[in-house]
């Protein structure tokens, strides 16, 4: 294997969805342009580019979605019980406003026109592309040493009206980024107990799909 696959390899596998190790030290320009030229890069069906990306450094809009976050947690956290409960409660969920820099990801599915090559069968191939630009983006910040966190606990038409994007336009993700301390060897929710990751073994079929 060469060194451009072993640091290739090597990336992939230090990712992490961070949380509580976010310093809130500002992103140059530069490093924030790289990540989302990396993410822009990505493969799109049809070649529709289907994505937009709302850079959020306002204190402001960046508490108002925090507490907006905490409101759904509590929302989720009311529905556990017993060893649920409990793990869920050590676990962050969020490093919105200790990351000082969000990035709101979208998918426009009328980006590309009404005939967009590849997605007649597959209506959802649009959105598989902005989750590859997710992706790309991810490597690509940590490549460059930052962190990123997926925050998922959300309403779309809050966040939708939080950053003004029009009705069309489907909120995927609030990535939250920044310089962190150091990226974790393990996962939050597999150290926390929450879920183990599995074999590849458990998820590989051959052939068939088999029970």
């Given at each position: 294997m060469n060194d451009c696959a072993t640091v290739l390899y090597?990336?992939?596998?230090?990712?992490?969805?961070?949380?509580?190790e976010f310093t809130g030290a500002p992103v140059a320009d530069d490093v924030l342009e790289r990540i989302l030229l990396a993410a822009h890069a990505a493969p799109s069906v049809g070649m529709s580019q289907p994505w937009d990306f709302?850079?959020?450094?306002?204190?402001?809009?960046?508490?108002?979605?925090?507490?907006?976050?905490?409101?759904?947690?509590?929302?989720?956290?009311?529905?556990?019980?017993?060893e649920r409960a409990e793990t869920f409660?050590?676990?962050?969920?969020e490093g919105i406003c200790?990351?000082?820099?969000?990035i709101v990801v979208?998918?426009?599915?009328?980006?590309?026109g009404p005939?967009?090559?590849?997605?007649?069968?597959?209506?959802?191939?649009?959105?598989?592309?902005?989750?590859c630009a997710i992706q790309n983006l991810w490597l690509a910040a940590t490549v460059e040493g930052l962190g990123v966190g997926w925050v998922s606990f959300y309403r779309e038409q809050f966040l939708r009206t939080l950053v003004g994007m029009?009705?069309?336009?489907?909120?995927?993700?609030?990535?939250?980024?920044?310089?962190?301390?150091?990226?974790?060897?393990i996962p939050d929710l597999e150290r926390?107990?929450?879920?183990?990751?599995?074999?590849l073994s458990s998820v590989l079929h051959h052939e068939h799909y088999r029970s």
């Open positions: 090597d990336v992939i596998n230090r990712r992490r969805d961070t949380r509580r709302v850079v959020v450094r306002s204190p402001e809009t960046l508490r108002t979605f925090r507490d907006h976050v905490a409101c759904e947690r509590d929302v989720f956290a009311d529905g556990l019980s017993g409660e050590r676990i962050k969920i200790e990351s000082g820099l969000g979208g998918y426009d599915p009328t980006r590309g005939q967009v090559l590849g997605r007649h069968a597959i209506p959802d191939a649009g959105l598989y592309s902005v989750v029009p009705d069309h336009v489907r909120p995927i993700a609030w990535l939250c980024v920044g310089h962190v301390a150091d990226l974790p060897d926390f107990g929450w879920r183990a990751r599995s074999s």
